[in-house]
């Protein structure tokens, strides 16, 4: 009879499973690093479960950091009995069903939730949730485990220029809201998007109203577009009366064709 297999045997079985995972593991004597079972030295307890337990490969940890805590907010999701499979999709997964399939089946396939049809955390899923919150660094601890911790690392950015982002665009902005017409940062729905607002002679008085807009799928996207037309502002004027006076869907084509007119054409040979 062949000898158990320590991965054939149930975490309840051979770990407290009141304990954060990882508690096993053995600080040396200056604290700089932790010991397994085998000798092996980890840099932290998140280092341990990233390398070891999920087997997944080196990457900076700014990066594993940001996939621990979305890791942290799919577990609580699925904890809260509350939050549905949907609710989860639209909020985690931006709306994608598919990518939401795949990290459930990927989070059944490392044992961290049941492979039941009714999707539940199992003893190694919850010993790991709690071990994540415990040990979330400074930079996300201040902030509630969810979507306000992933929404500052979203983007086609990671969220690494967001704050510079701001800063320069947010002049651009106070300049130009004396302007007849300008374009605004605002959010359209749940999108981060651009509007187009101009001043219009109403009935008794001046009234201000939205004569173009356009969404994006982050504000790393929409701040591109924006920057490129703050280079433009004198332009503002002119485009703000063809919106007003013939239609948004011109205006829509114009800076398209504009934003790209000076562009080579990358040609294969």
């Known amino acids: 009879m062949r000898e158990a297999n320590m991965d054939d045997i149930p975490y309840a079985a051979k770990r407290n499973p009141n304990l954060p995972w990882g508690y096993w593991l053995v600080a040396s004597e200056d604290g700089e690093r932790l010991y397994d079972e085998e000798g092996n030295a980890w840099e932290s307890v998140r280092d341990y479960l990233w390398t070891w337990r999920l087997r997944m490969g ?146 008794n008085i001046p009234l201000t109203r939205v004569l173009w807009s356009m969404t994006f799928p982050d504000d790393h996207a929409r701040d591109r577009l924006f920057a490129w037309l703050a280079h433009r502002i004198d332009r503002w004027e002119e485009w703000g009366e063809l919106a007003a006076h013939k239609s948004p869907r011109e205006l829509s084509e114009l800076l398209l064709e504009l934003a790209f007119a000076d562009r080579p054409a990358a040609l294969s040979p």
């Open 58 to 203: 080196p990457r900076s940890a700014k990066a594993v950091e940001a996939q621990l805590e979305f890791l942290l907010a799919v577990l609580v999701a699925i904890d809260r009995r509350v939050v549905m499979t949907e609710e989860r999709v639209r909020d985690l997964f931006d709306g994608l069903w598919h990518l939401q399939e795949f990290y459930g089946h990927w989070l059944a396939g490392v044992g961290l939730t049941s492979d039941t049809r009714v999707e539940e955390l199992t003893h190694e899923g919850r010993a790991v949730l709690v071990m994540l919150a415990s040990t979330r660094s400074a930079t996300s601890a201040p902030l509630p485990i969810g979507l306000p911790t992933l929404t500052p690392r979203i983007g086609l950015d990671r969220g690494e220029t967001r704050q510079e982002r701001e800063r320069l665009l947010a002049v651009q902005e106070a300049f130009a809201r004396e302007l007849p017409y300008r374009f605004t940062r605002e959010t359209i729905g749940e999108h981060p998007g651009i509007k187009l607002m101009g001043v219009q002679i109403g009935s």
